[in-house]
């Protein structure tokens, strides 16, 4: 009756049917133990739940579920108080725990696997992890979005050039910079919140694939263990990952908005621009050139994206060819979700870090502004209050432009007479539309850089957060 057939020198759920031992190099190559305890809280709480259901079902009478789910607790403290606990050489982390609970309570360990797989205890298990993880990243994105105001608030009136084709376009408020890097980062809470709807759905009770042969209550299970609802196929259950794809996307977008901003940041630090001083806190020298001060927090958050969409890529080409239900590619899940959410966790907590170290040069940031004709579309507007149709306004002003490449003058720095040479319609009154402020001033429709608009947005911003 018994499996004594331990071919890998240890406890293995599986042998009855084998005569031969795997080879060495295999056992190393199946084994995803090394990896996959990180799982083991996440499965011990569903191997309660578990237990609970089999004594529902009275597979388990009340006492013996309660030696199980006893022995489990404890696993989890013994786990927690000694390293040596978990060496074991195992198959995965089902099997350690299998294994454990059996020297625990004896034979009776060998009852909790009735009426249930590794196939939906593992996914089962897996959505538990990513559950809880989803939640901390969640928050974490919280924290880059305080630093972003709190940023935003540090230089509340300050202006810098905005950029299309990193070409100078027209002057924006820095806290209008700030909050579109809010905007982004509240979309990615939004994704993450609605990935974890469908993370949140308990497929233990599938079995291996055509679902549990007990009458344990389900929803009880999935009650016990926080999760919204139960699976409805038990094909689906156990052979898709989707959850797993939706989470590496949104960890993905979050990895996009992080390396733009981080780009910006790049850009804005270095000696050309001269808008943003880092602190010391998130630079490194050189180890050659003595004057370097180099943004190495930012270019890591900008590298690190790459790895994230590479797991979320590897995810979909795991999957895409598989036959139901599951197979054994899928175990490969695992350590694409593990780095993809330590990656952009530690991404999270270095970027709200380093917006804290980042000091705006206000006076540069305003003097680069000023410069290279970002009121050319103000004078247009100009002109269109004067009753010229855009498209002769854009032509005329264009023309000015290059007078005043010419003559080496900013717009605001041609006299009334030289504009007039060129475009009739301008008078005294060209110059206070040329100004920063009315610049700001005239982008009033929701969602513009006029400094109405954007200390609403602020107010808002800060509201948000603060909820
Ligand atoms: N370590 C496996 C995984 O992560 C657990 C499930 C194993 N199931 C099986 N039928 N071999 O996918």
């Given at each position: 009756m018994t499996n004594d057939n331990k071919t890998d020198g240890s406890s293995q759920l599986w042998g009855g049917r084998f005569t031969g031992k795997p080879d060495e190099r295999f056992a190393e190559f199946n084994r995803s133990f090394g990896f996959d305890i990180r799982l083991f809280e996440a499965d011990i709480r569903c191997s309660i739940a578990h237990a609970n259901g089999l004594a529902g079902a009275g597979v388990l009478s009340p006492e013996e579920a309660d030696s199980v789910t006893g022995a489990l607790?404890?696993?989890?403290?013994?786990?927690?108080?000694?390293?040596?606990?978990?060496?074991l050489d195992v198959e995965d982390v089902h099997s350690f725990i299998e294994t454990r609970l059996i020297e625990f309570v004896g034979d009776l360990g060998k009852k909790v696997h009735t009426g249930r797989s590794r196939n939906d205890q593992v996914a089962t298990a897996f959505r538990l992890w990513m559950r809880d993880e989803t939640d901390a990243l969640i928050g974490k994105v919280g924290n880059v979005l305080s630093a972003l105001v709190s940023l935003a608030e540090r230089h509340k009136s300050a202006v810098i050039p905005g950029y299309t084709h990193l070409q100078r376009a027209q002057p924006v408020l820095w806290t209008h910079w700030c909050l579109a890097?809010?905007?982004?980062?509240?979309?990615?809470?939004?994704?993450?919140?609605?990935?974890?709807?469908?993370?949140?759905?308990?497929?233990?009770g599938s079995a291996a694939l055509a679902g549990t042969a007990y009458t344990i209550d389900r929803e009880a299970v999935a009650h016990e263990l926080g999760f919204e609802d139960v699976s409805r196929n038990s094909l689906d259950a156990v052979s898709d990952r989707d959850f797993a794809v939706e989470f590496a996307s949104a960890c993905s977008l979050v990895m996009v908005h992080l390396s733009r901003l981080a780009e910006d940041l790049i850009l804005y630090c270095s000696q050309e621009f001269g808008f943003v001083k880092?602190?010391?806190?998130?630079?490194?020298?050189?180890?050659?050139?003595p004057q370097k001060k180099n943004p190495d927090a930012l270019e890591l958050l900008r590298g690190k994206a790459g790895r994230v969409f590479g797991h979320q890529m590897a995810l979909l080409t795991m999957m895409k060819g598989l036959p139901l239900a599951y197979n054994k590619d899928m175990q490969e899940d695992k350590e694409a979700i593990f780095d993809t959410?330590?990656?952009v966790a530690v991404c999270l907590d270095v970027a709200a870090i380093t917006l804290n170290n980042v000091t705006l040069n206000e006076q540069k940031a305003r003097e680069a502004a000023a410069k290279g004709y970002l009121n050319a579309t103000e004078l247009a507007d100009y002109l269109v209050r004067k009753n010229v149709p855009f498209r002769?306004?854009?032509?005329?002003?264009?023309?000015?432009?290059?007078?005043?490449?010419?003559?080496?003058?900013?717009?605001?720095?041609?006299?009334?007479?030289?504009?007039?040479?060129v475009v009739p319609e301008i008078n005294e009154g060209v110059y206070e539309a040329l100004s920063i402020e009315s610049t700001l001033r005239s982008k009033s429709a929701t969602g513009g850089t006029s400094p109405v608009r954007v200390a609403e947005a602020l107010a808002e911003a800060r509201a948000r957060i603060e909820e």
């Open positions: 607790r404890t696993m989890l403290e013994l786990a927690a108080n000694d390293p040596d606990y978990m060496l890097y809010f905007e982004m980062l509240s979309r990615d809470i939004e994704r993450l919140a609605d990935a974890r709807k469908r993370i949140n759905v308990m497929p233990l880092l602190g010391d806190a998130v630079s490194t020298g050189s180890s050659l050139m959410a330590d990656t002769t306004a854009h032509d005329a002003v264009g023309r000015l432009v290059l007078a005043g490449l010419e003559k080496g003058k900013e717009l605001n720095e041609l006299s009334v007479s030289e504009m007039q040479a």
